[in-house]
Structures are given as C-alpha cells and as structure tokens.
C-alpha cells in the first residue's frame, strides 16, 4: 500500500482537484471533515491529511511514501527526498517586504521578521548583507508597522496584505508552487506505483 | 559464552556482532577510535567532509578537538602511517551529526568498512558484495543502489562551474528535480547536447541493461564508458543473487567532494532513509598518502540506528 501525505486547507483542494483528474480520486475527499486517513482499498492507497508544514516530515521520515508539499517548506527545511514534480499551482514567491518609504541604512545589521528564518538567512548570506533574525509564527506583515523589524521575508501571492498593510515588495527573490515529493526509501520498494502516480499527474496538469 | 546466550542481547546488540563477525571473516580488522578528533584534520579536508554544525571544544593543551561527524578521515589518518601495502579495516563507532529537522544533535552508531591500498586502486567489486551481504543479514528485501560520479567530474563543463553552482546542481540531481535541473542548466548556459545528456542520465534509473540500452539510444555510450562499464562489473555480479535488487540510479551523487567513482547506497523495506552509503574516495586517500600517488580507497558505512524500525 502506498501512503500519501497531503496538506490541509486551501492547497489540499487544489491537490485532491488534480488528484481526481489524475484518475486517484475517492467519494471521500468531497467531505473530509476531520478525518486524518482516508483509504482507497481498491488501488491500495492510503492518504494522510496534514498540516501543510508536517507534509515534508511525513514524507522524509518514511511515515508517508509521496506527499505534496509547497516550495517554501522544502527549501526552509530541506528535507532528503526526491522532489518529482512541480503540480504548477499554488503559485506564488517568497519576498522581502518593506514599509513604504522605507531606505536601507548599511551601517548596521537589517532586522527582518519572518516565518522562513532558513529561507532568510541564505538569501541575506548570498546577498552579503548582515542581518538579525525576528522569527515569528504569523502575521508578519505586522513586525515592520510596529518597529520590531526593518522588513519581512515573507510569502507573496497577490500583495493585498502587504498593500492593506502599507508595505511593497523590495525583492521577489524565489518562485513557490506545490510539489510532489517522495520518500527516497520508499521509491525504492514503489518505484512502479510512483513512477505510474506521477506520470498520471503530469498529464492531469498539462489538461 | 554459549551461542545461546546471544539471545539474552537485543536484536540491535545480536545484529552487531553478527556484523563484525562477518567483516572479520572477510579479512577485516578493527580499528578503534576515542570518540574526539583534532578540528585541524576535518579544516584541513573541508572539500571532503562538512565542518559546520561541529561540536568542537578546546582541550586542556589549547587544541581544538571536535565530536567526530565522520569516520572515515581518521581511518585514512591512521592508514597512512601504517606499513601495509593493503588494508582492510572496519570500525564501529558514534558519529555525531546536527540535525536540521531537529535542530539538535544525533548521535549514529556506524560499522563501516574500508579497502585502501597504497599501490593501486582497489576493486569496486568486493566492497559492493561486502555491502550486499550485510544488507543480506536484514531478513527483509532490500535494494542495492549503484552510481558512478565519473559522468559528472570527468564532464568538462560541470569542472568549469564555479563551486557553488556545482553544489546546486548536484543537489538538484539528488532530488531528481529535473524542472529545476533544467532552469539551472539554462541558466549557467549549459550547450544543448551537454543539457540533453545530463537531463537524460540523471533520471536513469532501473536494471543495468535498461541503463545500458538508454544510454546507447541517447547515443552517450562514448562518454559514459568507464561510469557504465565499471557499473557493469558491479551490478551484473550483484545481481546474481536474485533474493536482493540491484538498481543503478544516476541521481546517486555525493554532494561533497568525497567519492570519485562508483558511489552506492542501501535500503532495507521498512527503512525511511538508506541504512548503507558508500563509495569510492581515491582523492581523499591521495591527500593522506601524496608519496603513494596511485593509491585509493573504497568504503561504505551502515547506519545500525535506522534499522531500529526493523526490530521494534
């Protein structure tokens, strides 16, 4: 049986959308409710639904064998799997924001608020810049209006939090969509019943 | 001791002997190590083995001394100052690694092997077998998996990209993201052909003779001769024993600059992460051995700690 971890919430919609059209939909994912594990007996699958941050964790630590995992999460923490496809949704890009107005002053360290502290750190490594790290769980658009920080990294999608917030983006520095990842353990027992699933989404995305 | 009284052990405790008795038998002995080792010698061979995250600590002479992440640089330190021509050594020892998941320290119980010889390179063969009849040890299926990093170092223009270019990509390779391969290869101005070969090879995977055949149809046998003949060699022996697979994978690659021909890995079913990694490091035992010029070295280590899963 294959075990696949997918993320609650508004990508997990769009995951079971292209799961259907891939031929691997069950009646059950129309009204999960607070169910964790949905079973497919008839193609031998087992689904476990997750937070969209726990994804990697199932999926690296071989609790699940395929997940579907945003871009932002695998590269804040770069989980040792096989990252087998981009499902080209859940678009969006990691960004620095700052307040309106707001100049740079290179005399001394940037103070930046963000979730993705690791996704922060190696941007302001490669750009050079030293910088001192507020890590916080959620709005963060909040950090800069309040003066705990200078500026953000933070997820961008359309920008209207960040406009409502008066803040524009300085540096839209990494593309983010959902992808599909796989234990690299279990492809080595699945490697068929992977290989089929993921050729199966790349003509479900494609339609 | 009664052959009994091993049933008085656990699993994990039977399992290592039963290992060590296997590498003894193979002409292996043992070298032991204090869990400590001078930072200078991992600082001196940073290329070959990561010196961040380190526990290190200053001793009571003013030296700096670490943790040991690794095994294998203080084996080739012993090694090169022994008189032997040929050695075949195998440890067991604590590693101790940060986790990024974690954000804490682990410690990993290894047994590890090591062929080095001082005149020429050792065979590939014996030390894969050697693997293999360990992985054999595990009483559930396991698969064998076989690469060779010659397709990559012996690649002209992978030897022009600048380090950290080289590290992405390998790491793209590892994680057989073949869209991003693609974006980086365009980026860094990869020529067509050079991006059509690394595409294709580093998405090879499956039995020998289909890596065989993909490569002859892709029409990159010239290039790809040492990686696939020395592969051959291997996996064709390996593959004898048809209770265990062997499946050659080019997106096997070492990100560090450690292996230089053929690399390997392990798994066992039931495992989440490979139990066994190896491969060749004639480049390293160069390094420790510089008056031995054709030297080399070949070794492989076996994580006993991912094989708890196994036995609870």
Known sequence: ?207 | MEESDLSLLSRREQFVIEMQVLLRKAGYTRLEFSDFEEYALFERHHAFVSISHMLTFTDSFGRIQTLRPDVTLSVMKQSAFRPENEIRAYYREDVFRYSQETHEYETHEQIGAEHIVKDHSPEDLETALLAQRMLEKLDVPTVLVLSHMGYLLQNEWYRRLPEDEQECLQALISSKNQSGLETLLKRCECPANEQRKLLTVANLSGSIEHVKQAIHEGGFEKEMEEAVGRLSLVAEKLGENKKHRVVVDFSLVNPLHYYNGLVFQGFAEGCGSAVISGGRYDLLARRFMPEHEHCGAIGFALDVGELDTLWK
């Open chain 1, 1 to 207: 049986m294959l075990t696949i971890a997918l993320p609650k919430g508004r990508l997990g919609n769009q995951v079971y959308d292209i799961l259907k059209g891939a031929g691997y939909g069950i009646p059950a994912m129309e009204d999960i409710g607070r169910r964790l594990i949905l079973l497919d007996e008839e193609r031998g699958l087992k689904y476990l639904l997750v937070k969209p941050l726990d994804v990697a964790v199932y999926v690296e630590k071989g609790a699940a064998d395929v997940g579907v995992a945003g871009k932002d999460v695998l590269e804040e923490f770069e989980p040792d799997v096989f990252e087998m496809l981009d499902l080209g949704f859940g678009k969006c890009s990691m960004c620095v924001a700052a307040p309106e107005g707001y100049k740079e002053e290179g005399g001394r360290k940037v103070r930046v608020a963000t979730k993705f502290e690791h996704i922060a750190r190696k941007y302001y490594s490669r750009i050079g810049r030293d910088a001192e790290f507020i890590h916080l769980n959620g709005s963060i658009e909040l950090a800069p209006v309040m003066g705990l920080a200078d500026v953000i990294v933070d997820i961008v999608e359309t920008g209207t939090t960040l406009k409502e917030n008066h803040l524009h983006v300085v540096d839209r520095f990494m593309d983010i969509s959902a992808r599909v990842i796989v234990n690299k353990a279990s492809y080595r027992f699945h490697e068929e019943a992977v290989d089929t699933m993921i050729g199966r989404l790349k003509e479900a995305r494609s339609k």
